[in-house]
Every structure is written in C-alpha cells, then in structure tokens.
C-alpha cells in the first residue's frame, strides 16, 4: 500500500534544478533508503514533504490525502516526521528531558516546557520507554552533550520517534559516527521499522549500511529519480554504479 507519493515534484533554487518533477513514492512498512552525490536533491525533497520549502509545482499526497500546502504542524500530526542532517538535541537537557520535549511539543503542550523538572508522570513513563526501545535507558538522566557522538544520533532518532509519526524521515542517521556505533542505530531503527510502528526512509551515504539495510533504493541524481529498485536490482544497475561510484558492475 502506498503511504507517501509525490507527483511532478519541483523545486528550484534559481538555476538549480533541486527537484526537477519527481514521482516519489513511499510503501507502508518499508525501510527505504535514499541515496546520491552530494547535491542531489535528497535533503530538499525531505524538506518538500516535511514541509520547511514550500514546492514550485506537484503534488504530495499522503494516506491520499493532499499534504502539499499544510503547515509544518499539521504534516506532524498527520503522521510525518523528520530528523536533521545535523543533530539537533539540546545538550544542557537531560537525555530524557530531550524526548518529554518532543512528547510535548507533539501534544501542543508548550507552555509546559519551563516545568519539565516536574513532568507530569505519564509523559516521563513514555519518554522512559522510548529510551528502553532505544538503549538509552541508562543515560535517561544524563545531559545530552555527555553522551557519546553515537548515542547523540541515536538520541536524535528517539525524538523524530517520539512524535509518534506513521512515516520517519531520517537524513544521514550514521553520519559522523564510527562503523562500530553504525550497526546499534540501524538495528534499532530496523526493529522500529519491522515492529510494524513506522515506515522509515533513510537518507545515506554509507553504501555498506544502505545496501545491509534496505528494502528498496532510490537513486537520486541532479534532481530526478535515477534508479529505484530493490538492493540487488540497484547493485546491478549500470548507470547507477557509473554515477554513483565511478566505476561498472562488472569491475
Ligand atoms: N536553500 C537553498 N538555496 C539555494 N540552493 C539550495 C538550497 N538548498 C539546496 N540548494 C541546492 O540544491 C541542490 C540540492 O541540494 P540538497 O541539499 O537537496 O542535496 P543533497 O542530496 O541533500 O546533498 P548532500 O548529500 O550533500 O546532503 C544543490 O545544488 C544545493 O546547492
Ligand atoms: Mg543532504
């Protein structure tokens, strides 16, 4: 079942063809992966459905539903969230306070945020439990800027999670974090995925954890859609190892 479609997608940025019509689409209960050089377009086309850039012309329809004007709230409560390609956790916040946050800005409970120390205790025992699925427990009451680079990724992750979205954008999920902290990230974010809680797409440069991790592949390049195939089709796609890698299947 389709969740997410955009249809003759475009964004431009002067001369840049940032996306160019883009057909788009997302399966229920996938984890997909989205690659390409640097410049291709994978941020801004998670900005367009995410709702920070507003389109040039297209459509984005999720659950069928016509999302391509919505505000950035309502995009989240309709069940789309996203993480930065930057971390974006307060550090001076507890690692537990940084996902009471994110529960309550999804609850609209703002003007809560000055009490967080007396949290009501329904939203902690949430939070608690987003850390458990997420092997934090053990720093819940640690500052954020303590933990270590993974942790930090992982803790990002857990906030974009506590929104409770039906559909998870995560852009470079691993990026800046050593191999060995790479596999905890992907094999929460797989369990997350395979649990049946969320769809996720991943933004990823790391080609051994794209093609370890993900159902189905979509190549971008210069703005459109390259290749998009499951990993084994995408691993044998010539064009896309020419592009992508600089070098044919064969080699
Ligand atoms: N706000 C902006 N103003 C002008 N140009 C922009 C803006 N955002 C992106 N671009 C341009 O649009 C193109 C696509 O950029 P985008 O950030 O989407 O690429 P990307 O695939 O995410 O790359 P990377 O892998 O480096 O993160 C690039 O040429 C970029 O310079
Ligand atoms: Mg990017």
Same mark, same amino acid.
Request: charge should be negative.
């Given at each position: 079942?389709?969740?997410?479609?955009?249809?003759?997608?475009?964004?431009?940025?002067?001369?840049?063809?940032? +996306?160019?019509?883009?057909?788009?689409?997302?399966?229920? *209960?996938?984890?997909?992966?989205?690659?390409?050089?640097?410049?291709?377009?994978?941020? =801004?086309?998670?900005?367009?459905?995410?709702?920070?850039?507003?389109?040039?012309?297209?459509?984005?329809?999720?659950?069928?539903?016509?999302?391509?004007?919505?505000?950035?709230?309502?995009?989240?409560?309709?069940?789309?969230?996203?993480?930065?390609?930057?971390?974006?956790?307060?550090?001076?916040?507890?690692?537990?306070?940084?996902?009471?946050?994110?529960?309550?800005?999804?609850?609209?409970?703002?003007?809560?945020?000055?009490?967080?120390?007396?949290?009501?205790?329904?939203?902690?025992?949430?939070?608690?439990?987003?850390?458990?699925?997420?092997?934090?427990?053990?720093?819940?009451?640690?500052?954020? *800027?303590?933990?270590?680079?993974?942790?930090?990724?992982?803790?990002?992750?857990?906030?974009?999670?506590?929104?409770?979205?039906?559909?998870?954008?995560?852009?470079?999920?691993?990026?800046?974090?050593? =191999?060995?902290?790479?596999?905890?990230?992907?094999?929460?974010?797989?369990?997350?995925?395979?649990?049946?809680?969320? =769809?996720?797409?991943?933004?990823?440069?790391?080609?051994?954890?794209?093609?370890?991790?993900?159902?189905?592949?979509?190549?971008?390049?210069?703005? =459109?859609?390259?290749?998009?195939?499951?990993?084994?089709?995408?691993?044998?796609?010539?064009?896309?190892? +020419? %592009?992508?890698?600089? %070098?044919?299947?064969?080699?």
């Amino acid at each position: 079942m389709v969740l997410l479609e955009t249809k003759s997608l475009t964004k431009y940025f002067g001369d840049t063809h940032a +996306i160019d019509h883009v057909d788009f689409s997302v399966a229920q *209960g996938e984890l997909l992966a989205l690659i390409g050089s640097n410049g291709a377009g994978k941020t =801004t086309l998670v900005n367009l459905i995410s709702g920070l850039l507003r389109a040039d012309s297209g459509t984005i329809l999720f659950q069928g539903t016509d999302v391509t004007v919505m505000s950035v709230h309502d995009r989240i409560r309709a069940g789309i969230a996203r993480s930065f390609q930057l971390v974006t956790v307060f550090d001076q916040l507890g690692t537990l306070d940084n996902v009471v946050l994110a529960i309550f800005s999804r609850e609209g409970k703002t003007r809560r945020l000055l009490s967080l120390a007396s949290s009501d205790h329904p939203v902690r025992e949430e939070a608690f439990e987003v850390l458990r699925e997420f092997g934090l427990e053990s720093k819940a009451s640690q500052p954020a *800027g303590g933990l270590s680079q993974g942790e930090r990724k992982l803790l990002d992750v857990a906030v974009a999670y506590a929104l409770r979205p039906k559909l998870l954008f995560l852009d470079e999920p691993t990026s800046g974090v050593s =191999t060995r902290e790479k596999a905890p990230i992907m094999d929460v974010i797989t369990s997350i995925v395979r649990s049946g809680k969320i =769809t996720a797409v991943i933004i990823e440069h790391d080609m051994d954890v794209v093609f370890r991790y993900s159902d189905r592949i979509v190549v971008m390049h210069e703005g =459109t859609i390259l290749a998009d195939g499951r990993p084994d089709e995408i691993r044998r796609n010539e064009q896309v190892t +020419i %592009t992508l890698l600089g %070098t044919s299947p064969s080699q």
